[in-house]
């Protein structure tokens, strides 16, 4: 089992940048897949960026790609996002997710694992 905790939202300008943290527990984190989820007020809670287990393949949602980046450490337990270039519609509640199943971090359904998230509000 392996318990994470978000780091690093925040209020930022549009156009900033902010690096969310999510520290892992446990010594087996380099067999999880690691991945991202947002949930904006009223909307599902979607994948915006993973890294598989493995081969640190790395995958993103079209709505980030060239602007955010995600990387794992395995040394420290922790994955980090990278968000560039923000806008008013990355607002969410930002969740950092865990699985040993799969290689491919993009269905919620999927993954075992959940933090409690970090809030992330982009002004205009």
């Known amino acids: 089992q392996v318990q994470l905790v978000e780091s690093g939202g925040g209020l930022v300008q549009a156009g900033g940048s902010l690096r969310l943290s999510c520290a892992a527990s446990?010594?087996?984190?380099?067999?999880?897949?690691m991945g991202w989820f947002r949930q904006a007020p009223g909307k599902e809670r979607e994948f915006v960026a993973g890294?598989?287990?493995?081969?640190?393949?790395?995958y993103y949602a079209d709505s980030v790609k060239g602007r955010f980046t995600v990387s794992r450490d395995n040394a420290k337990n922790t994955v980090y996002l990278q968000m560039n270039s923000l806008k008013p519609e990355d607002t969410a509640v930002y969740y950092c997710?865990?699985?040993?199943?799969?290689?491919?971090?993009?269905?919620?359904?999927?993954?075992?694992?959940w933090g409690k998230g970090t809030l992330v509000t982009v002004s205009s």
């Open positions: 446990g010594r087996t984190f380099s067999s999880y897949t």
């Open positions: 997710a865990a699985d040993r199943s799969v290689l491919v971090p993009t269905n919620k359904y999927a993954m075992d694992y």
């Open positions: 890294i598989s287990r493995n081969t640190g393949t790395t």
